[in-house]
């Protein structure tokens, strides 16, 4: 619930004061409680109707692997019984978390794990945030300082977030709102594959800071890669890049996995820089992180260092990003759960409708 949807069931369905929500809402959503018996400051009748009207969303902490790098992947498990993954990357001057929005995905890129458990069902916006909340408790626990030891967010885990456009809305405003874990927008990052209309949306109604998994120069190319491209090609996603409300000095990030062989000529360069020519934006370079089983393999590293110097030549903004967690498979595309074979995942869900508002409540600076 939003702030204002959580007192109007407050003061509707128990009869209590319109402030009781922000103390709820505040235990919530910056101290990430997970009982209502914490709510220390809540009378304990108040929390005995809590307790008997809802009831708190969580997740149960299945699995917890190390990289040698600092990286941490953390399996958490759902109500219903399904897995999902979340990586925390420890940097110099930024603590990040990789949040997944789906259980699989549909978008059925060659290249990734996650594709292959196919989707199975979108995250609903409790779940999203309890893998936020969940990794900044555990953290905590380890010593890490402050309130919230997690500084920045990136929806690039399990599944497409603008495939789960309503729920990952929810759960960005609550993420953003002052009264809750207050992220700035400038250290929120949103994810996707290529879903136009959906992007435009999305930029329309909340300000977060934007990727775009571009993978290849061309139609022909990407769709072999991207199957999504198929429905929605270079042209109208690039279109939809032009049209975002990008504020002066903001720029999109655009993410070129490079596939040994596959996407890495210096026609493929060339082709890029002239796509994304007058958009406001950086393209990161990432090595593609071999999977067993895909037919792909990482460039060199010299044939990188070529692309780069190709790009910048043609007044990209261009870097090389290093993968983090290659060891424990927490490296760009390669979380995963694969399920028994006897597992059968559900449909794709409908195309979220035109007339969804996604505004709600303007909880965010």
Request: hydrophobic share 40%; glycine share 6%.
């Amino acid at each position: 619930m939003q702030p204002s949807e959580l007192e109007h069931w407050l003061v509707s369905q128990l009869g209590q004061k319109p402030f009781r929500a922000r103390q709820v809402f505040a235990w919530l959503h910056q101290k990430g409680a997970t009982q209502f018996s914490q709510m220390s400051n809540l009378s304990k009748t108040l929390r005995e109707q809590l307790e008997e009207k809802s009831h708190i969303v969580g997740l149960g902490l299945d699995k917890v692997e190390r990289s040698a790098d600092g990286t941490i992947k953390y399996r958490f498990v759902t109500e219903d019984n399904r897995a999902i993954e979340s990586v925390y990357m420890p940097f110099e001057k930024r603590q990040t978390l990789c949040v997944s929005s789906q259980v699989g995905c549909a978008m059925g890129c060659k290249f990734c794990l996650t594709a292959q458990m196919g989707f199975v069902r979108n995250l609903k916006p409790s779940e999203i945030l309890s893998q936020i909340y969940g990794v900044n408790r555990l953290l905590k626990e380890e010593g890490a300082p402050g309130e919230r030891p997690l500084s920045n967010l990136v929806f690039m885990g399990m599944g497409e977030p603008l495939h789960n456009l309503m729920n990952v809305s929810k759960a960005l405003r609550l993420l953003l709102c002052k009264d809750g874990l207050n992220f700035s927008t400038r250290h929120v990052t949103v994810s996707t594959s290529g879903l136009p209309e959906a992007l435009l949306r999305l930029a329309q109604a909340i300000n977060v800071k934007l990727a775009i998994s571009l993978n290849a120069s061309s139609d022909a190319q990407r769709s072999q890669l991207m199957p999504v491209n198929r429905k929605w090609g270079l042209s109208k996603l690039l279109e939809a890049c032009r049209q975002l409300p990008l504020k002066p000095g903001q720029r999109l990030t655009f993410s070129y996995v490079m596939f040994g062989g596959v996407n890495d000529s210096d026609e493929d360069a060339l082709r890029l820089a002239a796509l994304i020519r007058k958009i406001p934006s950086k393209i990161n370079l990432i090595a593609y992180n071999a999977n067993d089983g895909l037919p792909f393999e990482s460039p060199s590293a010299e044939r990188m260092e070529r692309f780069r110097a190709l790009l910048e030549a043609q007044h990209c903004a261009v870097f090389i990003r290093g993968s983090r967690g290659r060891d424990i498979s927490a490296a760009c595309g390669q979380l995963a759960v694969l399920y028994p074979p006897a597992y059968t995942p559900i449909p794709s869900p409908p195309a979220t409708s035109e007339e969804e508002d996604l505004t709600g409540e303007a909880c965010q600076r």
